[in-house]
T-cell receptor, first 116, second 112 residues
Framework: EAAVTQSPRNKVAVTGGKVTLSCNQT?????MYWYRQDTGHGLRLIHY???????EKGDIPDGYKASRPSQENFSLILELATPSQTSVYFC???????????????FGSGTRLTVL | AQKVTQTQTSISVMEKTTVTMDCVYE???????LFWYKQTASGEIVFLIR??????ENATVGHYSLNFQKPKSSIGLIITATQIEDSAVYFC?????????FGAGTRLAVCP
């Protein structure tokens, strides 16, 4: 069964601190995504990756970096965390290989980040 | 840019009835896909059903079906014979390869 695991589940950080959110998938999917969920906004795409070594900016990339060191792992990095980045973050992997192909996303359980 | 609008913030229905959740989308793509995802109370997000824009027939999976009205850029989710466990937040999304845009979600409460 498809599996996407996020860590930590909960994180409290201080303003200006560095935060790293981790995601691991055992689906062998090429594509991985980071979304944030805020009330009234649904899920918004921060960064995504086509495969190991690649990262692309999504719709709201400012203040975030991403790293994809391997097929299985995709990290989201907040170099200087701010209270506006308090949110729930979801990682997902996708099974499409080409443009024009529908892609089903498999989501992790989410990380609740609070920046004080 | 893509945009997805779900105007119903929350809906409450009685168990075993039928409910329709609305979704209107905007896209510049000539060929696109429309999705519905469900987020349970535990926070888990799972894929439910998909409609391909080039298909005229409405998709159906189990007790979920879609009402696709392409001229109106509308993709409604219909749940028949609702069950308590259908209580969740439902997200509509549109896009193609690796650029999905989600709506704000509709919270469904199914009451016994």
């Amino acid at each position: 069964e498809a599996a996407v695991t996020q860590s930590p589940r909960n994180k409290v950080a201080v303003t200006g601190g560095k935060v790293t959110l981790s995601c691991n998938q055992t689906n062998n999917h090429n594509n991985m995504y980071w979304y944030r969920q805020d009330t009234g906004h649904g899920l918004r795409l921060i960064h995504y990756s086509y495969g190991a070594g690649s990262t692309e900016k999504g719709d709201i990339p400012d203040g975030y970096k991403a790293s994809r060191p391997s097929q299985e792992n995709f990290s989201l990095i907040l170099e200087l965390a701010t209270p506006s980045q308090t949110s729930v973050y979801f990682c997902a992997s996708g099974d499409a290989f080409n443009w024009g192909v529908a892609e089903t996303l498999y989501f992790g359980s989410g990380t609740r980040l609070t920046v004080l | 840019a893509q945009k997805v609008t779900q105007t119903q913030t929350s809906i409450s229905v009685m168990e075993k009835t039928t409910v329709t959740m609305d979704c209107v989308y905007e896209t510049q793509d000539s060929s696109y896909f429309l999705f519905w995802y469900k987020q349970t109370a535990s926070g888990e997000i799972v894929f439910l059903i998909r409609q391909d824009s080039y298909k005229k027939e409405n998709a159906t999976v189990g007790h979920y079906s879609l009402n696709f009205q392409k001229p109106k850029s509308s993709i409604g989710l219909i749940i028949t014979a609702t069950q308590i466990e259908d209580s969740a937040v439902y997200f509509c999304a549109t896009g193609s390869f690796n650029k999905l845009t989600f709506g704000a979600g509709t919270r469904l409460a199914v009451c016994p």
